[in-house]
């Protein structure tokens, strides 16, 4: 059929469909998000305009519709993928940093930036760039360092070619990221007699790869031979949707669990064998099992500095079987490579271990050392003085249900919810850790509420990252999408501060207190009456009684007047949840202050502690 590439990109993106966890097919790609402007609204825009089954979203910050879309891949577990669209220049570069944020953390993510002309005849054209030395660079170049696949399209006869590897790289276990399909304005509108097969509906499902079963030999060999056996479990088991099989694993050979960043809530707070989340971020009851065990386990994780307080948490003599549909990060340190997806890793694998069950004495620490750490978050979640992170996440906790949905990216209040959340319902936890970008937790409960209509999405966030980016807000309240945010107000960049003065520095530039400034009393921020002006319910509240009743108030509006529900509340600026795990940083050898250069000395001392290869 006659068709613009414009129109069969559309028409492509139409017939691309999805097997969901539940077994239902939806469309692989649920809407669009969109900022037109000169280099994509007459084209593309006509295109999906054409096309209104296609849902289009209006975005008022191409990084935040970007990092909406980022959300839906997180909130549906990878089985969808969210699409951005924007005019060449600024426009595109403002989704560099989405396709970062998808990047690192393995998300699928379809960008379609405008570009200049490839006649050239009318460069240089508004929003072009010049290299003097290179007349094919264009700003879209950027988008090379964060893409997993990155086409310009230069022919319309291309995307037979271009469209089947784009969708490879968005459904596959291993390779899955962001694709930039770069457009032309002008190859944008030009047309091509496109064979119909190519927009025949086509349903992607979840590739399993099974392990080799020599390898499955050696990994079961391994387990066998251990005392001390630990399970670490990551993003790989949500995305396999494996968590039941992780669980039966670890029952039936009586072995402790922990979980990573992108693992969290995979395993019932509760359950007897749950040793609680590892790491920097985590808890000290996994902390302290990770240090006796022999052999790890590690599912779907590609054991990120957090999870292994950069490598400093395991023992030294410790032997890793790193189970992982890609090898890049199931050879990482020397670990027994067990390529495969989670769930038939651990289905073969525990046929091979038989019968095989760890020491009942090592399986009973889970239960008692986050006995112990479950004690001490309460401690931190009893109301005393200024409310603190860990008792506004404890509010949240106790009042929401197994349906909803809760996630964050930037600051300290990770660090909460990783190490005290207490799980409710499987894979219902954003922590955006890979990248840590502030302003994610706005724009992505956007993605997230699109995904998951059904439970609650809540997000919390500090004052900082809400002044970072908030415009999705007014995007998500036109929409009519509902969600809660709590936000934070603790006076600036807490937690930096902390990170800063933790480590000998004196406070600039992080709290407000420490940042230059002309006013003897500098204005501060009304968030609530800012959220109110983009067409949010608000709530602002003093204390944790009054952040209670105002999130359950939240939650209703959420849901019946379907728009974003903003909780404020004024919390302590320096008390944290803390795990007691070290982490490596670039402390000055040589600094103006001495605590500076202690400091230093301590890092010194931390790296000796450090396993740089197994």
Not at 177 to 204: K, M, T
Not at 495 to 517: C, E, K, M, P, S
Request: aromatic letters at 8%; glycine letters at 10%.
């Amino acid at each position: 059929m006659r068709l613009t590439t414009a129109q069969a990109l559309v028409r492509w993106l139409t017939a691309q469909r999805t097997e969901l966890p539940d077994g239902r097919e939806a469309p692989l790609f649920p809407g669009v998000f969109a900022i037109f402007g000169h280099g994509n609204v007459l084209a593309l825009g006509n295109a999906l305009e054409e096309r209104r089954e296609l849902p289009v979203w209006r975005g008022h910050n191409e990084q935040g519709m970007a990092l909406a879309a980022v959300g839906i891949a997180k909130a549906t577990h990878r089985r969808q993928v969210g699409v951005a669209t924007s005019s060449i220049g600024p426009g595109a570069l403002n989704m560099v940093t989405a396709a970062g944020v998808a990047h690192a953390n393995r998300l699928p993510l379809l960008l379609l930036p405008g570009d200049t002309f490839t006649s050239r005849a009318p460069d240089p054209v508004l929003q072009q760039v010049e290299h003097f030395g290179d007349p094919s660079t264009t700003v879209n170049d950027a988008f090379r360092a964060v893409s997993r696949y990155f086409d310009r399209v230069t022919r319309p006869e291309q995307l037979l070619n271009t469209l089947p590897q784009a969708a490879r790289v968005l459904t596959d276990p291993a390779d899955c990221g962001p694709v930039v399909l770069a457009l032309p304005q002008d190859v944008q509108a030009e047309s091509f007699d496109f064979p119909d097969a190519l927009f025949a509906p086509v349903v992607h499902r979840p590739q399993r790869p099974r392990p080799d079963t020599r390898t499955l030999a050696e990994a079961a060999a391994a387990l066998r031979g251990a005392r001390r056996p630990l399970l670490v479990l990551g993003g790989g088991v949500r995305y396999s949707r494996a968590a039941g099989r992780a669980i039966r694993f670890a029952e039936q050979h009586a072995v402790p669990v922990t979980e990573t960043t992108a693992g969290r809530t995979e395993v019932p707070h509760d359950h007897p064998l749950h040793a609680g989340p590892l790491g920097i971020t985590g808890s000290a009851s996994a902390n302290a099992l990770a240090a006796r065990a022999d052999v790890v386990l590690a599912v779907g994780t590609r054991l990120q500095d957090f999870t292994t307080a950069s490598w400093t948490v395991f023992a030294p003599d410790v032997r890793i079987v790193s189970l992982n549909t890609a090898r890049f990060d199931a050879v990482k340190h020397g670990a027994l490579a067990l390529v495969a997806d989670a769930d038939e890793g651990l289905r073969e694998l525990t046929d091979a271990l038989g019968d095989w069950r760890a020491d009942p004495a090592w399986s009973a620490r889970a239960a008692e050392e986050r006995g112990k750490w479950d004690a001490h978050v309460d401690g931190l979640r009893t109301p005393a003085g200024t409310p603190t992170y860990a008792q506004v996440v404890g509010v949240v906790n106790e009042e929401s249900t197994p349906e909803d949905y809760v996630l964050t990216a930037s600051g300290g209040l990770p660090g909460e919810l990783i190490g005290g959340w207490r799980a409710l319902g499987e894979a219902t936890m954003d922590v955006e850790y890979g990248f840590s970008c502030m302003g994610y937790e706005l724009a992505g409960a956007w993605g997230a509420a699109i995904a998951r209509p059904d439970g609650v999405v809540t997000s919390l966030l500090g004052d900082g990252s809400y002044l970072m980016l908030n415009s999705e807000l007014f995007s998500a309240a036109f929409a009519g999408h509902g969600f809660v945010a709590v936000v934070c107000d603790n006076d600036g960049y807490a937690v930096i501060h902390r990170l800063q003065t933790g480590n000998g520095g004196a406070g600039f530039n992080n709290l407000y207190d420490d940042v230059r400034t002309a006013h003897a009393r500098p204005p501060r921020t009304d968030f609530a009456a800012h959220a109110a002006a983009m067409g949010c319910a608000t709530f602002p509240v003093d204390d944790l009684d009054g952040l209670r009743a105002a999130y359950r108030r939240a939650r209703e509006v959420a849901k019946t007047e379907r728009r974003p529900a903003v909780v404020v509340i004024r919390t302590h600026p320096s008390a944290w949840t803390e795990a007691g795990a070290w982490w490596e940083v670039g402390v000055p050898e040589v600094a103006h202050r001495p605590e500076i250069t202690a400091a230093h000395d301590e890092v010194a001392a931390g790296k000796a502690e450090q396993i740089r290869y197994l």
